[in-house]
């Protein structure tokens, strides 16, 4: 089926500097999304992207977060600078269009803040 | 708030048992609700999923009951196999919404 990839899986960073997260779509997708998730909880939504524009984004998307794909690139999430309560798992997911559609989703991104 | 919600948060079958594994919410304009199952280290995969119109979805081993008056529905797994044994979460969205609110997840394990 169709596949978002994410890279890395893992990574590892002093607090107080940058990340950035990549995450590459399903090729036809026009949808875009990150999600957070912590050991044991639940999913969390943070923020969605369409047409080169943030549509959404919740309580958890800080200031210090932003996304961009700059001209059919990788969709990326970037955190500066990071924080010890940024460790999570990052899931970036895709979709055709909105609403009742299937919502692909990465295999996730560990990071771990320091 | 906790719009949507699961329980039990684990549950123990044997093979060839069925799991039921609950699912509540609170918006009155979702309208539509994936399951999703998610293996150790992986993303959450779509299993099923099923639209507030119908009150029954059944694909294979897998279904879900709807009951819209009461906002509750349930994934039913028929004939538990050890390789169902897995995370899944209920989730929900509005047909003009894009985000999916996720509800903490059941824990299923199957034993053979």
């Known amino acids: 089926g169709p596949k978002v990839l994410q890279i890395p899986s893992h990574q590892i960073i002093d607090m107080g500097q940058m990340v950035t997260l990549n995450c590459d779509p399903v090729s036809n997708h026009l949808y875009f999304y990150w999600y957070k998730q912590i050991l044991g909880q639940q999913m969390e939504f943070l923020v969605n992207f369409y047409n080169g524009k943030v549509m959404e984004k919740s309580k958890l998307f800080k200031d210090q977060f932003s996304v961009e794909r700059p001209d059919g690139s990788y969709f990326t999430l970037k955190i500066q600078p990071t924080a010890l309560e940024d460790s999570a798992v990052y899931f970036c997911a895709s979709s055709l269009s909105q609403g009742g559609t299937e919502v692909f989703f990465g295999k996730g991104t560990r990071l771990t803040v320091v | 708030q906790q719009q949507v919600r699961q329980s039990p948060q684990s549950l123990t079958v044997w093979e060839g048992e069925t799991a039921i594994l609950n699912c509540s919410y609170e918006?009155?304009?979702?309208?539509?609700f994936p399951w999703y199952q998610q293996f150790p280290g992986e993303g959450p995969a779509l299993l099923i999923s099923i639209l507030s119109v119908s009150d029954k979805k059944e694909d294979g081993r897998f279904t879900i009951f709807f009951n819209k008056r009461e906002k509750k529905l349930s994934l039913h797994i028929a004939d538990s196999q050890p390789g169902d044994s897995a995370t899944y979460f209920c989730?929900?969205?509005?047909?003009?919404?894009?985000?999916?609110?996720f509800g903490i997840g059941t824990l299923l394990s199957v034993k053979p």
């Open positions: 989730a929900a969205n509005g047909s003009s919404g894009n985000k999916l609110i």
């Open positions: 918006n009155s304009a979702f309208d539509y």
